[in-house]
């Protein structure tokens, strides 16, 4: 893997560049759709490829559960299993673990946990982590981590962001001691944690510097804490990573948090919103959010957005996709989802056109009060 940042805003942080991978180049910034279980929910690879999708996010803790990461060795990683041809990054569960907390057991040496589907008792530990990524074939793997709750006490955050700094050596120490299992290289991502505590998250930054880790993340947010707090520890973490490589907000999904992000210096992106919103009826255009089960779309023969150029827009109704959704039809599902998809992808590629001239932070303050309306007509 190689970063090569291409331009800077002169007015921002926000900067643009080029993430080359063994599937592919990755122009950044970036948004990454959530294909939890070797999928993106309702949509196939090849709409993806049609919406511009560069990179897609796959998730260590449901494949090793099902259908089992040896499996998807046995069919030649993740890309031939799922027909990706694109690149995959992949999380290492610590988030899905973090979400069981009744289920699960943190110590020095990793996390036990309880299965969701069928209550069978595992371990994560840096180690087998690694492992199961090294099958699973994702150009970007993450290490271990913990995500720490909110709120936390500060000795909490302490003790978690310690934990998780821990991990991150062991791991970064095992992957230069192992290959890649197919023919193209892998790379690993430190996280930077600490909670909300400055002093942690600078602390955590500069230990994982030292670890010359090719690409961070930054974890631990998004789970609760008011978004002035989420912002100003991004812009600490933005301002201490290295500027020669790329950064990645961890879960981080809404429109105009992903264009603030990226005013900060952020390059990457994931989240379920724009998939899940989507099966629950709520979709995004350049003019707000707009959702579609609504009474008053009944009889709105307009596209979702007038100035989208995606399949479902192009074709089809407010009203029609309404009564798809309201009458638990699958294409309903399927059209909302490939609408935002695409939307999403249109957003981060504009962000990176504007990048490009230097109207990054005009562009941004013209957008948000837009993109945050909610359509009533």
Not at 97 to 114: I, N, P, T, Y
Not at 250 to 258: A, S, T
Not at 322 to 344: C, D, K, M, P, V
Request: contains cysteine.
């Amino acid at each position: 893997m190689h970063f090569a940042l291409i331009h800077r805003d002169i007015h921002s942080r926000a900067r643009a560049g080029v993430l080359k991978t063994g599937h592919g180049d990755v122009e950044t910034p970036v948004f990454m759709p959530v294909g939890t279980q070797a999928t993106v929910k309702t949509l196939s690879p090849r709409e993806l490829s049609e919406s511009q999708v560069q990179i897609i996010l796959g998730n260590t803790y449901h494949l090793y559960l099902r259908p089992g990461d040896q499996l998807i060795r046995e069919f030649g990683g993740l890309h031939q299993f799922m027909g990706w041809t694109g690149p995959i990054l992949t999380d290492s569960g610590g988030y899905q673990v973090f979400s069981l907390q009744d289920l699960r057991k943190v110590e020095e040496g990793g996390v036990h946990f309880q299965s969701h589907l069928d209550g069978s008792k595992h371990k994560f530990t840096p180690q087998n982590v690694l492992e199961i990524q090294r099958n699973l074939g994702s150009d970007i793997m993450m290490v271990l981590d913990e995500c720490t709750v909110f709120p936390a006490t500060k000795n909490q955050a302490l003790e978690s962001m310690r934990l998780s700094m821990q991990w991150a050596k062991i791991s970064r120490e095992i992957f230069e001691c192992t290959k890649p299992l197919y023919d193209h290289e892998q790379w690993l991502f430190g996280i930077v944690q600490g909670s909300i505590f400055f002093d942690l998250r600078e602390q955590s930054a500069r230990q994982l510097i030292e670890m010359q880790f090719p690409g961070y993340a930054i974890g631990g947010l998004a789970v609760g804490e008011p978004k002035d707090i989420m912002f100003s520890i991004t812009g600490l973490c933005t301002d201490l990573l290295p500027v020669e490589k790329p950064r990645y907000l961890m879960g981080v999904g809404m429109p105009e948090d992903i264009i603030e992000a990226i005013d900060l210096g952020v390059d990457m992106f994931d989240c379920v919103i724009p998939t899940r919103n989507a099966r629950n009826g709520t979709v995004f255009t350049w003019k707000g959010k707009l959702v579609i089960k609504a009474a008053r779309f009944k009889r709105d023969q307009k596209p979702i957005d007038e100035n989208c150029r995606c399949y479902t827009c192009q074709n089809f109704s407010r009203g029609y996709l309404r009564h798809l959704l309201n009458s638990s039809e699958i294409l309903g599902l399927r059209l909302a989802t490939l609408h935002n998809i695409h939307f999403y992808m249109d957003l981060v590629a504009e962000a990176r056109k504007q990048i490009l001239s230097s109207n990054y932070s005009t562009w941004k303050t013209k957008l948000i009060p837009e993109i945050t309306t909610m359509i009533i007509n």
